[in-house]
């Protein structure tokens, strides 16, 4: 048995580091003018109410009632919309409490892209297209265990990645970005037991990390010194670009760097 799961907020809303010039613009919705397009989404407008559509980077976008999804998809299928290319979710929980569910549909013979979109609140379902598109049925299940969307009338919804008795799902903006208590002991007491937890240590799900003062995990660079001998005071001096490179590049000082205040 492992230890219930204690859920930790939203893990995300603290990041590590932000960009504080960086401004998001939110793009341009334009209307249809594609004539191919635009017979496709009257048609799906004329049979499913409630849809909303519009351009966006040159490919149509269509909302409609999440409770409509399988109609409206068959419906664009029967229209040559024969191909689905993906199919996944958009974590909005934080900010508005929803999921965004897309497909992203493919017509070869009209050469046109077609990405329908539901949104759906936490813990609530979707109808599975699994018998539309066979390639839904991995992708619901790879949505299923990244973010917890259960899809209704799914052939075998469970999880793709993640073992079966995982806690969690680790896509959602929530999920903390190193893991949890849960993650840091899943291998070692699943393999050894709680037992052998003081001898193996928890595991390292950061790997990117590197601890300059670990003498025996890690290469020490700029610290060198035998393996498991005390750290020394003098540091090698860190370089970015070795020497005997391009001339278009120069050696960039680590103790020279300074933070702008505002962007030039």
Not at 43 to 67: D, H, Q, T
Not at 78 to 101: C, N
Not at 172 to 184: K, V
Request: hydrophobic content about 35%; glycine content about 4%; aromatic content about 12%.
């Amino acid at each position: 048995m492992f230890r219930p799961y204690t859920p930790k907020g939203d893990i995300q809303k603290k990041p590590y580091h932000s960009d504080r010039f960086y401004a998001p613009k939110e793009i341009a919705k334009e209307p249809i003018t594609d004539p191919l397009v635009k017979d496709d989404l009257a048609k799906l407008e004329a049979a499913i109410e409630g849809c909303n559509s519009f351009f966006m980077r040159n490919e149509a976008i269509v909302y409609v009632p999440a409770a409509k999804n399988k109609a409206a998809l068959t419906l664009l299928q029967s229209l040559g919309y024969t191909q689905l290319m993906e199919l996944s979710a958009v974590d909005y929980l934080a900010q508005r409490g929803e999921f965004e569910i897309f497909y992203e549909l493919l017509s070869v013979e009209k050469s046109r892209r077609l990405r329908l979109k539901v949104i759906i609140k936490e813990k609530e379902t979707v109808e599975s297209v699994a018998d539309l598109w066979r390639s839904a049925n991995w992708s619901e299940r790879e949505c299923y265990d990244m973010f917890g969307v259960i899809f209704n009338n799914h052939p075998h919804l469970c999880r793709i990645l993640m073992p079966n008795d995982w806690a969690g799902h680790p896509l959602l903006r929530s999920y903390p970005l190193q893991g949890d208590e849960f993650a840091r002991w899943y291998e070692v007491d699943k393999i050894y037991g709680k037992e052998f937890r003081d001898k193996i240590g928890p595991e390292n799900r950061d790997a990117g990390r590197i601890d300059r003062g670990d003498t025996k995990k890690f290469a020490r660079l700029g610290y060198e010194v035998a393996y498991g001998a005390e750290p020394k005071d003098e540091v090698t001096p860190i370089k970015y670009v070795e020497k005997r490179t391009p001339i278009l590049y120069d050696d960039f000082d680590p103790l020279k760097q300074k933070a702008l205040d505002k962007r030039k």
